[in-house]
């Protein structure tokens, strides 16, 4: 069954380095979406992505913050300079059309030092 | 505002026992509502999606329900099972479809 593929799993980085959390969509959905979870909260939305730009995104989606499709394949999201509360679960979604149903990466925790 | 509720935070039962996990949202202008399944430290599982315009859907075991118009969907699971044990969660999409606001979850431990 085709999946939504995220690594690495687990990154630790130093406050204030740039981190690149990398994910493979589903290989014929159009919609792409990044969300986050700190431990023991929600699960928030950071921001939606499609036909090469970014859809809708949320307030926490900040300058720090940037989305990439560099190829047909790969969906990426940069923070540029990070911070201690960007510690959290980052999750990755595609889904085939607006408003379909959603499959979900497992996740990269990222560790922020 | 959209915001997502859920009830209950947690719920612990026998095995066997149907039961009912209970969402609300305050913005019923919504495109869709999405039920999750998520196992600790791991991703979130689509377990059913029902459109603004529906009002019901089913897959095994399970049954969600829509009414856009009070705000409520319920999750409906049959005959429940010690592998059923993992957080529930509710989303729903804004209007544009490309926004998903989740609740907080129900954490369902299902005894054997």
């Known amino acids: 069954e085709p999946e939504v593929t995220q690594t690495p799993s687990h990154q630790v980085t130093q406050m204030g380095q740039e981190v690149i959390l990398r994910c493979v969509p589903i290989s014929n959905h159009l919609y792409f979406y990044w969300y986050r979870q700190i431990l023991g909260q929600k699960v928030e939305f950071l921001v939606s992505f499609y036909n090469n730009e970014i859809s809708e995104k949320s307030e926490i989606f900040d300058d720090q913050f940037s989305v990439e499709r560099p190829d047909g394949s790969n969906f990426t999201l940069k923070i540029r300079s990070t911070k201690l509360e960007d510690s959290a679960m980052y999750f990755c979604?595609?889904?085939?059309?607006?408003?379909?149903?959603?499959?979900f990466g497992q996740g990269t925790r990222l560790t922020v030092v | 505002k959209q915001e997502v509720t859920q009830i209950p935070a947690a719920l612990s039962v026998p095995e066997g026992e149907n039961l009912v996990l209970n969402c609300s949202f305050t913005d019923s202008a919504i495109y869709n509502l999405q039920w999750f399944r998520q196992d600790p430290g791991k991703g979130l599982t689509s377990l059913l999606l029902i459109q603004s315009s529906q009002r019901e859907q089913t897959s095994g075991r399970l049954n969600a329900s829509l009414d856009k118009s009070s705000g409520r969907s319920t999750l409906y699971i049959a005959a429940s099972q010690p592998g059923d044990s993992a957080t529930y969660l509710c989303?729903?999409?804004?209007?544009?479809?490309?926004?998903?606001?989740f609740g907080a979850g129900t954490r369902l431990f299902v005894k054997a």
């Open positions: 979604a595609s889904t085939r059309d607006r408003g379909t149903e959603a499959f």
């Open positions: 989303a729903v999409s804004n209007t544009g479809g490309f926004k998903t606001i």
